[in-house]
């Protein structure tokens, strides 16, 4: 994906009402050849040069053609992906050198929903334990509190509260897309990285994802 957009003086800093704040950024994977002797003889360019900017409250939608580079700009934003070179701001701070444990504050906000369901899910996990994880990792709920968050999370992307001691496979897609959209919001407090979220749901469940997203950014504002 290449895309260039010039910052503006206004720009150049980002100001209090920009959540993310993406700068040239490039994302480079090598081509690597040999067998004992392994070298680099190019590189694949995913993501080249990419500017933009997201204002709180506001959805940004990248489109293109499969294979162009929107998951792994998503990706790299959300430090998935380490970037190539470029700047990544989460609310006026520079992110893309973050490690450990301070990336991991700032992962308690930003969320990626993931396009393909049935690789996202854990099989050996029951629903409530995936819904449940980002919870207990990031000390945003304990007992019985993290139980109802997760009958929550299931009653709002339109789901039985006691399907989660139910295991992934025993979902459908549809099912499954919406526990990937549902369980990032159980911890995400301020953005979402969605990868083709309405994938394999229902009209009905487009429209629900569509209320929820409303919701969130209400929520932010």
Do not use: W
Not at 16 to 39: A, C, N, Q
Not at 83 to 89: H, K, N, R
Not at 171 to 181: A, D, N, T
């Amino acid at each position: 994906m290449t895309a260039t957009t010039p910052l503006t003086a206004d720009q150049a800093t980002t100001d209090s009402d920009t959540l993310v704040d993406v700068r040239h950024l490039k994302m480079y994977f090598p081509i690597r050849r040999g067998m004992i002797i392994e070298r680099v003889v190019g590189h694949v360019h995913a993501v080249d040069d990419i500017t933009f900017q997201v204002k709180r409250g506001e959805t940004l939608g990248l489109v293109g053609e499969s294979g162009c580079g929107k998951s792994t700009t998503g990706r790299a934003v959300l430090q998935i992906y380490k970037p190539t070179a470029g700047e990544v701001y989460f609310a006026g701070r520079e992110i893309s050198h973050l490690t450990g444990n301070d990336l991991r504050a700032y992962r308690r906000n930003m969320q990626m929903i993931f396009q393909d369901p049935f690789a996202s899910l854990d099989p050996r996990m029951t629903v409530g334990g995936i819904v449940a994880e980002p919870l207990e990792i990031h000390n945003l709920a304990r007992g019985k509190e993290k139980e109802e968050k997760v009958r929550e999370m299931l009653r709002i992307v339109g789901l039985n509260p006691y399907f989660a001691n139910r295991y992934p496979h025993e979902f459908s897609g549809g099912q499954r897309q919406r526990i990937g959209v549902g369980a990032p919001s159980r911890s995400s407090r301020s953005s979402s990285c969605a990868m083709s979220p309405s994938a394999r749901s229902t009209c009905r469940f487009r429209r629900r994802s569509s209320t929820c997203s409303k919701s969130c950014k209400r929520s932010t504002t």
